[in-house]
């Protein structure tokens, strides 16, 4: 599976976006997440979805501010993001793997150039 993830961008404390992940391959197969990372720093979990979309699981640091779902038809994946925060700040990455290991980085195999959210306070 190949990915890209977009919709990165500047945006005020309290402020909203989404995220986008656009796969090509077989996208029905794979759990789809969400890591983040700030530069000089590990990368962080932030959410997984599992392949029904029915199962989604989030970092303790965005419960109840960001939403993750898929559209399998078409091969997507959001990440709805609410009440931003500058400790939100980092490069978003796509990734997806074939078995779900729950709120995990190792799980994830497959990865995509990842897109910078800005925060500004």
């Known amino acids: 599976v190949q990915l890209q993830a977009f919709g990165g961008g500047l945006v005020q404390a309290g402020g909203s976006l989404r995220l986008s992940c656009a796969a090509s391959g077989h996208f029905r197969r794979y759990i789809i997440g969400w890591v983040r990372q700030v530069p000089g720093s590990e990368r962080q979990f932030v959410a997984s979805?599992?392949?029904?979309?029915?199962?989604?699981n989030y970092a303790d640091s965005v419960k109840g501010r960001f939403t993750i779902t898929r559209d399998n038809a078409k091969s997507t994946a959001h990440l709805q993001m609410n009440s931003l925060q500058p400790e939100d700040t980092a490069v978003y990455y796509c990734a997806a793997a074939l078995s779900d290991f729950g709120p995990c980085i190792e799980q994830f195999g497959y990865w995509g150039r990842g897109t910078l959210v800005t925060v500004s306070s």
């Open positions: 979805i599992s392949r029904n979309g029915v199962t989604a």
